[in-house]
């Protein structure tokens, strides 16, 4: 995944949403700028690229989910084995 700044309409086009990606597609949501303020580019009196490049020369990888992976593995071998569908509670 790519880097990314996105400026998003947030409330009734008056408000704009800014979050800045990083190479991992984590989202680091800076905070909300209004209409009349767009033109400065700016949060917490600071630029938005500035706070783009602070989070991005401080990535981290994000560590792999070893239990959510573990459970997926299993929902999924319950599926080929067809034991998570037609039973009679229905909560399949």
Not at 47 to 71: F, K, Q, R, T
Request: with cysteine.
């Amino acid at each position: 995944m790519s880097r990314e700044i996105k400026i998003t309409t947030y409330e009734n086009n008056t408000v704009y949403s800014v979050s800045v990606f990083d190479s991992y597609g984590i989202e680091h949501h800076l905070g909300y700028i209004d209409v009349n303020d767009i033109d400065r580019l700016k949060i917490h009196d600071r630029s938005i690229a500035s706070h783009a490049h602070e989070i991005w020369s401080n990535e981290v990888e994000p560590e792999e989910n070893l239990l959510g992976n573990a459970i997926a593995e299993c929902i999924e071998i319950d599926k080929q084995a067809g034991i998570t569908s037609g039973n009679r509670d229905g909560l399949d």
